[in-house]
């Protein structure tokens, strides 16, 4: 199972950015999907997640609740990350993960390569 992860860039202050993040691979369910982000000097944190198993719902970090959504498109396996009235704290490496089973019945998490965001004041 691979991840390719895009979208990242420079922004200003306040300004919006969208991930995208797509899997590819042998691939029978997928149970999460999930973005992190690591910024410099800093541990990898869990941005939110989306989980799929046991119905649809999204879980976010306090620093990012009500400015960043998680949504899904199930057909392309592909998840994203839309990001509103960005600062400077966000500026990090953003990583997707996505778990779930394979085609021959074996659990997964697999990650994307990460997608640099910076915000600039």
């Known amino acids: 199972v691979q991840l390719q992860a895009s979208g990242g860039g420079l922004v200003q202050t306040g300004g919006s950015l969208k991930l995208s993040c797509a899997a590819s691979?042998?691939?029978?369910?997928?149970?999460?999907m999930s973005w992190y982000r690591q910024a410099p000097g800093k541990q990898r944190e869990l941005v939110g997640d989306l989980i799929v198993i046991g119905g649809l719902r999204t879980n976010y970090a306090d620093s990012v609740k009500g400015r960043f959504t998680i949504s899904r498109n199930s057909a392309k396996k592909a998840v994203y990350l839309q990001m509103n009235s960005l600062n400077a704290e966000d500026t990090a490496v953003y990583y997707c993960?996505?778990?779930?089973?394979?085609?021959?019945?074996?659990?997964?998490?697999?990650w994307g390569q990460g997608t640099l965001v910076t915000v600039s004041s």
């Open positions: 993960n996505v778990a779930g089973m394979t085609t021959t019945l074996t659990g997964f998490s697999a």
């Open positions: 691979g042998s691939i029978s369910a997928i149970a999460q």
